[in-house]
C-alpha cells in the first residue's frame, strides 16, 4: 500500500491511463480484478472549458472505480487550471493527473503532453499554478524525455515535487521511442533516488515476473500496467496476487475470456448505445481473443457484427468450438 496526497492505494498495481481505451467500461471491469488505482484516458482542457459532449461524457466515473485518477492535457496554463478546477469541483475523481507523456503529434503541437519534457521550468509553473487551485492531490505522468540528447527526468521530477505535486508516473522511454524499443528502468531508479514523493514506474510490465523486478531492480512505489491489460484483465489480478503471495495464478480459460469480454461490451453499451459500443468492442475483442489458437475465424467474424446478440454469437460458438477440441484432446490420451 501507499499514498498520493490523502487518497490510500490498497496496493501497488495501477492502471495506466490509455487514451480510446480507458473509459469507465474497461476501467470498471480492471478495478474488479484488484487493481489499487485505475486511471481515466487523457481529456483535453479546452474540451472541458468549452462543455464539448463527448469530453463531459469521458469524466464519467462508477463510484466502484475509485480510487481513480482523471488526467487532463492541455498546453496553457490558463485553460489547464481553468480544466483542473472544474475536475476538482464537478467530478468524483480522487486524483488530477496532468499528461506529459503523450507522444502524438497532434498533442504536441499544440505544446502539450510530451512537449513539457524539454523543459523543467514550465513544469513547475504549470504544475504549481494548478495546485494552487485545487484540493484533489495533483499528479504528473511523463516520459523519460524528448529524445536520447534530452533526457530530463530527474529535473523534471524534481520540478513536479517542488511544484506541489503528490506523484509522478514515468514511463522509461522518449517521446521519440513511442512505444518501441525498450524502457530504461535505470532511469526510472535514478528518478526514484532524486525525489521523496511516490514514483510509479511504467514500461514493458508484460507478466507479474516483471512487475516484481521493476520494484527490486528501481525501488517505485508503484507498478502501472498498460498494454498487457488489454483484454487481459487477469493481468492485474495475477501481479496482484503474486506481489502478495509470490504465488503465480492460472491463465483463465477461453470459456472465462469470453464471459468477460461479453460483460465488458454491456458495461460499454450502457455507456455509450449499442451500435457504438459494439463497433468499439471490435478493438477489445481481439485483445481477448488473442492467445486462443484459430482465433482469425472468429475476429473476421466480430468486425462483421452489429448487435450485442451478434458479437455473443460468435464468443459463444467459439467457446464451444475449444471446449470441443479440449474433450477431443483428452478422450485421444
Not at 517505485?220 to 493481468?235: E, H, Q, S, T
Not at 470459456?255 to 458495461?267: A, G, I, Q, S
Amino acid at each position: 500500500m501507499f499514498q498520493i496526497g490523502d487518497v490510500n492505494i490498497k496496493n501497488r498495481v495501477v492502471l495506466a491511463p490509455m487514451a480510446g481505451v480507458c473509459n469507465s467500461a474497461f476501467r470498471l471491469t480492471v478495478k474488479e480484478f484488484g487493481a489499487g488505482l485505475v486511471c481515466a484516458e487523457m481529456v483535453s482542457d479546452k474540451g472541458i472549458i468549452l462543455k464539448n459532449e463527448r469530453t463531459m461524457n469521458m469524466l464519467y466515473i462508477d463510484e466502484r472505480e475509485k480510487p481513480l485518477s482523471l488526467q487532463i492535457f492541455g498546453g496553457e496554463k490558463e485553460t489547464l487550471v481553468e480544466a483542473a478546477k472544474f475536475v476538482d469541483q464537478n467530478t468524483n475523481a480522487d486524483i488530477i493527473d496532468i499528461n506529459m507523456g503523450c507522444p502524438v503529434p497532434k498533442i504536441t503541437k499544440c505544446d502539450a503532453g510530451a512537449k513539457w519534457l524539454l523543459d523543467p521550468n514550465k513544469i513547475y509553473e504549470m504544475v504549481s499554478a494548478v495546485v494552487s487551485e485545487v484540493e484533489k492531490p495533483v499528479t504528473v505522468k511523463m516520459r523519460m524525455g524528448w529524445d536520447e540528447d534530452h533526457i530530463y527526468a530527474v529535473k523534471n521530477a524534481q520540478a513536479v515535487e517542488r511544484a506541489g505535486g503528490k506523484a509522478v508516473s514515468l514511463h522509461g522511454r522518449t517521446r521519440v521511442q513511442m512505444y518501441e524499443g525498450t524502457a530504461n528502468w535505470d532511469i526510472i531508479r535514478e528518478v526514484k533516488q532524486n525525489i521523496q514523493i511516490p514514483l510509479i514506474g511504467n514500461g514493458d510490465v508484460q507478466t507479474p515476473q516483471d512487475a516484481q523486478r521493476m520494484l527490486d531492480e528501481t525501488g517505485v512505489d508503484g507498478v502501472m500496467i498498460g498494454r498487457a491489460a488489454l483484454g487481459n484483465p487477469w493481468m492485474i489480478y495475477r501481479t496482484v496476487k503474486y506481489l502478495e503471495t509470490g504465488e503465480l495464478m492460472g491463465e483463465p480459460s477461453v470459456r472465462e475470456k469470453m464471459d468477460v469480454c461479453t460483460l465488458h461490451m454491456d458495461r460499454l453499451i450502457e455507456l455509450k448505445n449499442e451500435h457504438i459500443a459494439v463497433r468499439e468492442m471490435r478493438k477489445h475483442a481481439a485483445w481477448y481473443l488473442k492467445g486462443i489458437k484459430g482465433n482469425a475465424k472468429a475476429r473476421a467474424a466480430i468486425n462483421e457484427c452489429n448487435t450485442r446478440e451478434d458479437v455473443v454469437n460468435v464468443l459463444s460458438s467459439l467457446v464451444v468450438e475449444m471446449e470441443e477440441k479440449e474433450r477431443q484432446a483428452s478422450k485421444a490420451v
